[in-house]
């Protein structure tokens, strides 16, 4: 699986509705065609995650209610900070285990949605 990952905050009127740092944008199978955007605005990661179910990868998209903030995110301390760091986005995509995800997954529903 890949997930598109928002790295820097995008502020909104109404903070329920902001983007936070470490939450996951979209979900898309292995070998997905990002665009430029993507694959190149400094407030994006692209990752590619092994061994990680479909299912599991969605549960990261999941929202408290239809406009709210995400019920899980990533914590990016615990991703490699060399890529999460480089806004330059000299590698477009990075790719870790599915232990390693899940390691970095924070939220008050983890332990029953992932695992």
């Known amino acids: 699986m890949e997930i598109l990952l928002r790295v820097h905050e995008k502020a909104h009127e109404n903070r329920n509705l902001m983007c936070a740092a470490g ?48 019920v899980l995110s990533l914590d990016l301390r615990k991703l490699p900070q060399a890529f999460i760091n480089d806004d330059s986005r000299s590698e477009a995509m990075l790719t870790i285990s599915a232990d390693s995800m899940r390691s970095a997954i924070v939220g008050k529903a983890l332990t029953k949605v992932i695992g």
């Open 23 to 70: 939450d996951v944008v979209v979900v898309c199978p292995d070998g997905w065609q990002w665009s430029e955007l993507e694959r190149k605005q400094p407030f994006w990661r692209i990752l590619r995650i092994v061994g990680m179910t479909a299912s599991d990868a969605l549960l990261l998209t999941q929202s408290q209610s239809r406009i709210a903030r995400r």
